[in-house]
């Protein structure tokens, strides 16, 4: 059976929604720093460099409610919250990591 039959009318392809789920430049910046382990909130916007603290938080939401990020608050004063990446967010890091050797193959930019 081919499988293009399946795709939702509007899609062109199974990786036109994919790329759509990981748009913007900080998502995948965010699976990227995750992938070692969790942060806090303050290391992640310093390593990320360039993003405000109210994009990260929004970025870190949406994430959060896509399955992506998961948030542990520690309910301590002052507040420390990590950020970790679920399952489904690791599930990623094959992909970024494809896309990584592919730019050091092409040197891109």
Known sequence: MDH????IEGWHCPAERAL???SGKWRPMVIYWLMDGPLRFN???RRLG???HRTL???LKEMEADGLVARKDYGEIPPRVDYALTTKGASLQPVLE???NWESTNRLG
């Open 57 to 59: 938080s929004r970025t």
């Open 4 to 7: 293009r039959a399946d795709i």
């Open 43 to 45: 290391e992640l916007q």
């Open 98 to 100: 494809a896309l990584e």
């Open 50 to 52: 360039g993003i405000t």
């Open 20 to 22: 759509d789920f990981l």
